[in-house]
Structures are given as C-alpha cells and as structure tokens.
C-alpha cells in the first residue's frame, strides 16, 4: 500500500472525491460477516483538473456486483437553460421616420387577429426592420470603445495593471497552471449546495442566519420516499412514517443507507437484515413501504399534508404546538368528529356550536377560573355550582324549564351520571334520531345565547321565544338546502318541528 501511494504521489495523482455512498464495495451478509471499504475512486492530475475543473464523480447503488458503479462527469461548463430573448423597443428608432410606417402596416395587416397577436406581429416586424437599418447597436458601440482605448495609448489597461495584486503571473513566476489549479481547487469545495446540507458557517449575515436558523421547521415535516435508498440514512433521515425513529445499538454505523436494506433483484426489503438491525414492530412498518422496480430517486415529500406538498397553514400548528402533538390532535380530532355525529349536524352555525362544546372550547367560568382570569368559578345565574359548559346548558336552576319539551327532561336525567357535554352528545346520540338530535342541539343553542347576552350585555330574554326561533331559523335552512338539493345531513326535514314552550 505504502508502494501504491508514493507511485500516486511521484505521477502527481489526487483523489478526486465523491458524492454518494461512502462505500464501493461490500461483502458478507451478517453484521458478524459484514465488510465495506471505499476500493474504487478516481484519480487525475493537476493538468487534467485545470482542463475540466467542473468535474463530479458519483457513486451508484450496488445492485448485482459486489462493487457500485462509479461515473465520473468531466463536463467544463455549468448547464444553463436556454432563454427567450424579450423584445425590448428602443427609442432610437424614433429618429427613423419610416417606424410610424412599420407599425402601421404590422398592426392594419392582422386586423381579424387580437390585440396580442397584433402586438407581437408587430414586434416582430420591428425588429427585423430595426436590424436590417440600425444592425447591431452593441456591437458598433463595443467596436468604437475598443477604437477610442487603441486612440488613448491603452492608459485604462496600464493603470489597472499597476493595481493587479497578481503581477507575478506574468513577469515572475510562469508556473499558471499551479494558482488556476488552486483557484479550482477552492472553486470544488466552495459549491452551491442545497439549504438542507449547507452549513450555518462562521459569522454568517444575518439573512443567512435567520433562513438557517428556520431550517430545523422544516426538517420536522419533510421525510423521504424510499426511490433506490442511495441517498437515505437509517439512523439519521427521517423516512419512517409518523416520525418513527429506530433504535440502535452502541456499536452502529452512521452511513448505513436504505439501500443496503433492500434486495433489488426481487425489489424487496432484506428481511434477515432487518430483523438484526431493528424491533419486530420496526420491521413491521419498514415491510408495509412500498418498493418501486424501476428504482427511481429518493424524493422529499411533505409529509404533513395528503398531497405531500408545503404550505405555510401545514406549518403554523406544529410549529407552535409541535409536530408529534399536532398530528395526534388532528387525526384525533378528526376520528372523534366523524365517531360522534358532530359533522352530520346543521346548519354550520349549529354544528360549530356543537364542535366547540364538545371540544371544550365554550369561554365558561370554570375554564376561565382555570386560567386565572375570573377570581371565582360558581355560576351567576343561580350560584349554586361551578359554571362548567354542563352546567350552563343542562343543570343551571333557569334553563331546567326549557328541556320540558317532550321527553327531553327524562331523557336528560337518565345522563346525569355524564359529566363531559362530548359524552352527553354521544349518549344522545345512541339514543334519538337525527331530527330529535337536531331538536336538543337547537335548544342547547339558544339556552348558550341567551347565556352570553345576560352576562356579556346585560339584557335578559325570554328563552321560549328565542328557543322557537333558534328552531325557526333551523328549520328554514333545511328546507332551503331540501329545496335546492345541497348535501347536508340525513334529516328528515318535513318532520322537523318548531320547538316552543307549553
């Protein structure tokens, strides 16, 4: 090996680095067995890099071999899109007075055309008009600098040879190809990367610092779609789903890839590696990811949303609640809704009543007393308890009248052992149809209002005449959504009754 290195170094041979895995080579099976070193690499001189100093080599799964395929990119130029020139007017054709003419007769030959095609017509016309009687503007003025430079003795290109820092170049040293060699050298380290490998640096400006300082907002909802798992670190990316991250032992190996977990010639995981290196419950969810047999490249995706793209809602949330919390109540917040009817109900002012009772989300005296907000919790219209969202709609002394409606006061007693309005709805729920449903909901409805207009603006109003037209109100929206056939709940409309005092 020492043989090997003083050959490399006596040709004036380098590395010339990587991207990809660290390994190009592997064998055995077992984690006892298991070997992986770097055998293949490229190796150039300092001609060859100052002639292609763009160069990038790679390094590609290991799929068949026991060595991954290696490539070498020697291009001498960055690849740059093609752009369509826009057309600018210039007021020197102004002078001309055969312009007016152009336009006239770009614009009156596409009269049955519109405007757009009319205008471009007539850029069209402009331009090949304008380079047959100006020809190129740039090109004479280039020409009449370099006559008037040539005219002044060259005295600009002396005076900036006396400020060069770099005069040696070429009255001193000839040896050119060794600063273009370190110019590239740090032009290769130096590369544009992405905002998720660049590092914060020392001393950075404070647009960097604050747009690197986000970064970490944005780890937390991206994860990888497993493509061939070159680029995907076990212990490292986020790739399992709901942000599952894998225990290791003491002894692991940080560059373990994706790609060492799969079998690409069956396009299935390795199932004897994955039970060595993870939990059965981890192996369980690895073996549920779907493998592609194409292999196409790992993707980012946003994993916070269904389409997997970003947006700044998906992200307000867990950044201020945190990801795993956030995600919990939202899938929970979602089940419990579809579980105990709330979205069935109408019309959506009833329903976010409904959801925010449920919830706990009703600005009560207990909550507030919870909070630190009111000095007290007992209830100000009878005084007789805390003022929990129960109490205000079911227990309080001055709506015990309003739930005499039929059989509602019995049905009512029957939940007293319920203490969560969530549980009441629920127990409801099971017990009448949606119209009645729909009947308790409305007087919940209006006992709430007639609550916060006592204590909020200081009026009192009579809860049987509120109550029916709470109903009233109720009932007019479901039959105009029965009249213009909108999708709503399944409730039977023309049963629907108006719910009034006896």
Same mark, same amino acid.
């Given at each position: 090996?020492?043989?090997?290195?003083?050959?490399?170094?006596?040709?004036?041979?380098?590395?010339?680095?990587?991207?990809?895995?660290?390994? !190009?080579?592997?064998?055995?099976?077992?984690?006892? !067995?298991? /070997?992986?070193?770097? @055998?293949?690499?490229?190796?150039?001189?300092?001609?060859?890099?100052?002639?292609?100093?763009?160069?990038?080599?790679?390094?590609? *799964?290991?799929?068949?071999?026991?060595?991954?395929?290696?490539?070498?990119?020697?291009?001498?130029?960055?690849?740059?899109?093609?752009?369509?020139?826009?057309?600018?007017?210039?007021?020197?054709? @102004?002078?001309?007075?055969?312009?007016?003419? $152009?336009?006239?007769?770009?614009?009156?030959?596409?009269? +049955?055309?519109?405007?757009?095609?009319?205008?471009?017509?007539?850029?069209?016309?402009?331009?090949?008009?304008?380079?047959?009687?100006?020809?190129?503007?740039?090109?004479?003025?280039?020409?009449?600098?370099?006559?008037?430079?040539?005219?002044?003795?060259?005295?600009?290109?002396?005076?900036?040879?006396?400020?060069?820092?770099?005069?040696?170049?070429?009255?001193?040293?000839?040896?050119?190809?060794?600063?273009?060699?370190?110019? %590239?050298?740090?032009?290769?380290?130096?590369?544009? #990367?992405?905002?998720?490998?660049?590092?914060?640096?020392?001393?950075?400006?404070?647009?960097?610092?604050?747009?690197?300082?986000?970064?970490?907002?944005?780890? #937390?909802?991206?994860?990888?779609r497993i493509g061939h798992g070159c680029n995907v670190k076990v212990w490292l990316?986020?790739?399992?789903?709901?942000?599952?991250? *894998?225990?290791?032992? $003491?002894?692991?190996?940080?560059?373990?890839?994706?790609?060492?977990?799969?079998?690409?010639?069956?396009?299935?995981?390795?199932?004897?590696?994955?039970?060595?290196?993870?939990? *059965?419950?981890?192996? #369980?969810?690895?073996?549920?990811?779907?493998? %592609?047999?194409?292999?196409?490249?790992?993707?980012?995706?946003?994993?916070?949303k269904k389409n997997g793209e970003y947006s700044v809602k998906s992200r307000y949330w867990p950044s201020i609640l945190? &990801?795993?919390? +956030? !995600?919990?109540?939202?899938?929970?917040?979602?089940?419990?809704?579809?579980?105990?009817?709330?979205?069935?109900?109408?019309?959506?002012?009833?329903?976010?009543?409904?959801?925010?009772? +449920?919830?706990?989300?009703?600005? $009560?005296?207990?909550?507030?007393?919870?909070?630190?907000?009111?000095?007290?919790?007992?209830?100000? %219209?009878?005084?007789?308890?805390?003022? %929990?969202? !129960?109490?205000?709609?079911?227990?309080?002394?001055?709506?015990?009248?309003?739930?005499? $409606?039929? =059989?509602?006061?019995?049905?009512?007693?029957?939940?007293?052992?319920?203490?969560?309005?969530? #549980?009441?709805?629920?127990?409801?729920?099971?017990?009448?149809?949606?119209?009645?449903?729909? =009947?308790?909901?409305?007087?919940?409805?209006?006992?709430?209002?007639?609550?916060?207009?006592?204590?909020?603006?200081? &009026?009192?109003?009579?809860?049987?005449?509120? /109550?029916?037209?709470?109903?009233? @109100?109720?009932?007019?929206?479901?039959?105009?959504?029965?009249?213009?056939?909108?999708?709503?709940?399944? &409730? =039977?409309?023309?049963?629907?009754?108006?719910?009034?005092?006896?």
């Amino acid at each position: 090996m020492d043989a090997f290195r003083n050959t490399v170094d006596d040709c004036g041979m380098r590395d010339m680095g990587f991207k990809g895995s660290v390994f !190009t080579w592997r064998k055995g099976t077992n984690p006892e !067995t298991y /070997i992986r070193e770097r @055998l293949d690499r490229f190796l150039a001189d300092g001609e060859w890099c100052s002639m292609f100093p763009y160069y990038e080599v790679r390094h590609f *799964p290991i799929y068949h071999s026991d060595h991954a395929p290696i490539m070498v990119s020697a291009s001498n130029y960055y690849e740059r899109g093609t752009v369509e020139r826009v057309f600018k007017f210039e007021a020197l054709w @102004l002078s001309n007075e055969d312009c007016g003419k $152009v336009v006239q007769e770009a614009w009156m030959g596409s009269a +049955c055309l519109q405007a757009a095609q009319r205008l471009l017509n007539c850029a069209e016309s402009l331009s090949a008009w304008a380079a047959k009687t100006f020809g190129s503007v740039k090109k004479k003025i280039k020409q009449t600098k370099e006559k008037l430079r040539e005219a002044q003795g060259g005295f600009p290109d002396a005076a900036m040879f006396e400020q060069s820092r770099a005069n040696e170049l070429k009255d001193g040293d000839k040896n050119t190809s060794y600063f273009h060699q370190e110019a %590239s050298n740090r032009q290769h380290i130096n590369k544009h #990367d992405t905002i998720l490998e660049a590092r914060r640096g020392y001393d950075p400006s404070y647009s960097w610092r604050s747009l690197w300082g986000s970064k970490s907002l944005l780890l #937390d909802g991206l994860q990888w779609r497993i493509g061939h798992g070159c680029n995907v670190k076990v212990w490292l990316d986020n790739w399992l789903p709901d942000n599952i991250v *894998p225990e290791h032992g $003491v002894s692991y190996d940080p560059d373990l890839r994706v790609t060492d977990l799969i079998d690409y010639q069956c396009s299935e995981w390795k199932v004897d590696v994955l039970q060595q290196l993870f939990s *059965p419950e981890i192996c #369980d969810i690895i073996q549920q990811l779907p493998l %592609s047999c194409t292999l196409p490249d790992d993707a980012h995706f946003w994993w916070l949303k269904k389409n997997g793209e970003y947006s700044v809602k998906s992200r307000y949330w867990p950044s201020i609640l945190g &990801v795993v919390q +956030c !995600t919990s109540a939202g899938r929970n917040a979602v089940s419990y809704g579809k579980r105990c009817g709330v979205w069935e109900v109408h019309p959506p002012k009833l329903r976010h009543f409904v959801w925010q009772a +449920c919830k706990g989300g009703m600005v $009560v005296k207990k909550e507030l007393c919870r909070r630190h907000i009111a000095a007290d919790s007992f209830c100000d %219209s009878c005084g007789m308890g805390d003022e %929990s969202v !129960t109490h205000a709609l079911f227990d309080c002394i001055n709506v015990q009248q309003a739930w005499q $409606v039929g =059989d509602f006061g019995d049905l009512l007693k029957d939940a007293k052992h319920l203490s969560a309005f969530s #549980d009441i709805f629920m127990w409801l729920a099971g017990k009448v149809d949606k119209t009645e449903l729909h =009947d308790l909901m409305t007087i919940a409805w209006a006992i709430w209002f007639c609550r916060n207009k006592r204590i909020h603006e200081n &009026v009192s109003l009579d809860l049987s005449f509120t /109550i029916a037209g709470f109903s009233k @109100l109720v009932l007019d929206c479901c039959s105009y959504a029965k009249k213009h056939g909108l999708e709503i709940a399944d &409730v =039977d409309y023309d049963s629907f009754k108006l719910v009034s005092q006896p």
